[in-house]
């Protein structure tokens, strides 16, 4: 079978559908690596720092609740070394926000929810490691109450084994309610990708 994400012509150096042969003794080169489809899915846990937050007004603290990841994902076939794609972020909290609960306005484990479609980046370094980018519209949805946001994330996937492997993940997100709340998170876990041949 070729290598991975390339065609390759039997007996022949090169790509199915580019040179590889010589012309006048000048070598020509054939087009960027071939990406097959992809799609993945990521399970991880991760905390959050509140940039901004009032304690006395908010009863809000630092830290807000540690959180689970599951991601999906899909990256459409292309050429090169960068593909685009889309995905969907799923994000239970595991603690009470606040820890106290003390306020009608705080929520028990897994009283919130936040899910974030969003556009996914991700750059080959090779088959073993890519970088991954994202833009997202998260909502929390937390009883009755809901709020948007923003997010622009990144992070590194390492494949030890064929599509499965571990990653970690930064994200800077805002969310809009009565108040503007910038937040930065980070999570880690695995992952599993899984190459869609045609």
């Known amino acids: ?37 992809h799609a993945f899915g990521s399970l991880g846990a991760g905390g959050t720092l509140r940039l901004f937050y009032d304690p006395d007004t908010l009863h809000q603290d630092l830290a807000a609740p540690v959180y689970l990841q599951l991601r999906f994902g899909y990256f459409f076939e292309g050429d090169g070394d ?15 926000d606040p820890t106290d609960l003390a306020y009608a306005d705080g929520f028990f484990e897994f009283g919130q929810w936040t899910l974030a479609p969003s556009y996914l980046l991700r750059v080959w370094l090779s088959d073993e490691a890519q970088i991954m980018g994202s833009f997202g519209l998260p909502i929390a949805l937390s009883g009755t109450y809901q709020s948007f946001g923003l997010e622009l994330g990144g992070g590194i996937v390492y494949k030890f084994l064929a599509g499965f492997g571990i990653y970690a993940h930064v994200t800077f997100s805002t969310y809009f309610a009565s108040f503007v709340q910038p937040m930065l998170s980070g999570d880690a876990g695995l992952v599993l990708d899984y190459e869609v041949l045609p």
């Open 1 to 37: 079978r070729p290598a991975r994400d390339e065609e390759v012509v039997p007996g022949q150096r090169g790509y199915a559908w580019g040179g590889g042969g010589s012309d006048g003794g000048s070598q020509a080169s054939g087009p960027a690596t071939h990406r097959f489809a």
């Open 82 to 96: 960068i593909q685009h794609g889309v995905g969907l972020g799923i994000a239970p909290n595991v603690t009470a």
